[in-house]
Nanobody, 120 residues
């Protein structure tokens, strides 16, 4: 059974940085493409970033490109999202999920996520 545990969220001022983590059990992070998604109150869930399992290529939504970096530590079975230059519009619950391929269909169910709040 695949399980996702997101952590590392919190409150940060605009322009600040935060790193959130996704610990995965049931498979290794070098086996499937892993994506970060987020959902703000009253908004649709949107894909933020994805890292490919075959070549490690990373993909980002235009809204976060140049500010966010996705990475993985296969030994720890963990995927990270480093968020820099945070903006209030980045405020959301962040989720990790498996995808058939980056940009494809989400394969996993949604977990609890981790709350990121960007506010003065």
């Amino acid at each position: 059974q695949v399980q996702f545990v997101e952590s590392g969220g919190g409150r940060v001022q605009p322009g600040g940085s935060l790193r959130i983590s996704c610990n995965i059990s049931g498979f290794t992070t070098d086996y499937y493409d892993i994506a970060w998604w987020r959902q703000a109150p009253g908004e649709k869930r949107e894909g933020v970033a994805c890292i490919s399992s075959d070549d490690g290529s990373a993909y980002y939504a235009d809204s976060v490109k140049g500010r966010f970096t996705i990475s993985r530590d296969n030994a720890k079975n963990t995927v990270y999202l480093q968020m820099n230059s945070l903006k209030p519009e980045d405020t959301a619950v962040y989720y990790c999920a498996t995808e058939s391929e980056c940009g494809g269909h989400v394969l996993s169910s949604w977990g609890q996520g981790t709350q990121v709040t960007v506010s003065s």
